[in-house]
């Protein structure tokens, strides 16, 4: 019994560990508010030239003053992409929220 008390504490303390966004990581929020607004400049790039070679200096410098905007660099938002990634769950609220705030947006 003790046993069994042990494994649901354990359980319970690694569930309350994985909603802790370490440091170095862009928390939810700013995340989504960051690929929201990089997702809809990359679809304006894409459907106003098409061909990536066409636009891609300018979406570049583009995404870089988004980044600006947020206070961080290409780096710390690559490796928040690839912490999300890494937890599905993480993922699927970021991906969640992204969706109801661009719903929010259509007319």
């Given at each position: 019994m003790k046993v069994i008390g042990l494994i649901i504490l354990l359980c319970l303390f690694c569930?309350?560990?994985?909603?802790?966004?370490?440091?170095g990581i862009i928390e939810p929020k700013e995340m989504c508010g960051l690929v929201e607004?990089?997702?809809?400049?990359e679809t304006h790039y894409q459907s106003k030239f098409g061909?990536?070679?066409?636009?891609?200096?300018?979406?570049?410098?583009?995404?870089?003053?988004?980044?600006?905007?947020?206070?961080?660099?290409r780096k710390?938002?690559?490796k928040s992409l690839k912490y999300y990634a890494s937890h599905p769950d993480l993922?699927?609220?970021l991906n969640d929220q992204l969706l109801i705030s661009l719903s929010r947006k259509i007319p």
């Open positions: 569930s309350c560990e994985q909603k802790t966004i370490p440091n607004e990089i997702t809809l400049i061909v990536p070679t066409q636009y891609k200096e300018a979406l570049q410098k583009s995404v870089d003053l988004i980044l600006h905007k947020y206070k961080t660099t710390i938002f690559e993922q699927k609220e």
